[in-house]
DNA sequence: GTCTATAAGGTGATAGAC
DNA sequence: GTCTATCACCTTATAGAC
């Protein structure tokens, strides 16, 4: 229904597909839906894809992917550690600011799939112990307060996430039902998040 | 009147409903399993509550009473600030400990779903307001640093509720599916939390 | 109140024409 | 490759016996 501009129909599946399984979630997810977004009949969907669970697995695991942080990207590179914070936060936003009904989508979808999490996570490599060494040597060089380097990092994602996936919530009891004023505020969080940790974990 | 047995139809019925809609969610949910689990026949479901939908209705309103954080309760006690800050994340984190499927339930079955939300709300009094009036006092009074109030509420409940729904990914990216680590890590939680707030906002 | 049986409509998947 | 028609099954909900 969306783009007629047809490249083909094997990628307008899949992009039909993202839209449906990231909005509905596999259980509410229709194949009919999927095949109206897509423009074609139901028929097809089988026919590229055998079933409803193969597309599922493809969305879920192009989503996963976009929605697992590029550590290395970030804390790999030269700069103090205040600054590639900074900078994480900031690109991690802008990531989730595209996407922002994936990480409900998948923390939904991997509820009681810890098998299908474990492989996906194994195949790919977020390399958080590149995060953690620099944390710890942080720490010894006396620049940041000591801190568990995994805590802190389950300080930072849920600083990043939690308010996008709870957007729906917070607008309605914090900012009473002021969508716009919600959006405004979640994007000052792009600055606000780096300065409220590292005032509290700087010496 | 007098029959208060252990096995009140009624009362089994919605039991079984809430385990089974908060793990599988609205879509996911099947009347026969509800059915299974009150250790009842399928019609009775529909002779007591009509629908599933009005069956839903109760459980989601009943879960998110038990998500919403009390704040009152510990807000407008005396003491100072910061132990109110300590306390409410005691308690909040207690509250989920003893329900830890309720806050995925609840994210998930809220979204596009605006208008169920905004009546709930405004059904219950949150009493935000308390909350803030006191962040600004303690800005205004120079004993913590000047900040957004409803961008620390953000901060607070962010920190507090997505380690919870986020667990399984922790336990797998983080903690290398080493489930006794996370859940230990997560307990640890309750004092850090509060740590690590006032240790950014404190003058 | 509780059950069995069944209606009524949906859903994933396939067969076969073109 | 794409369609129409259809199958086989599942799911909610109701009817009616007891």
Redesign the pocket.
Known sequence: MTDKK?K???ENIITAAERVFIDKGMDG?????I?DEA??????????Y??????FNIVFTTAFKAFAPDLIKVFQREGDFFSKLRNFVKTYLDVLERNPHIPGFILHEIRHKPDQLIQLVGGLNLDIDVVIRQIEEEIQAGRIKPIDPKQLMIHIVSLCIFPIVAKPMLTAVLFKTDSDACEKALNERKDLIADFIINSIKL
Chains 1, 2 share one sequence.
Do not use: C, F, P, V
């Open positions: 047809d083909n129909t094997e997810a229709r194949m009919q839906h095949a423009g074609i009949n139901k028929a097809l969907l089988h026919y590229y055998r079933s409803k669970q193969k597309l």
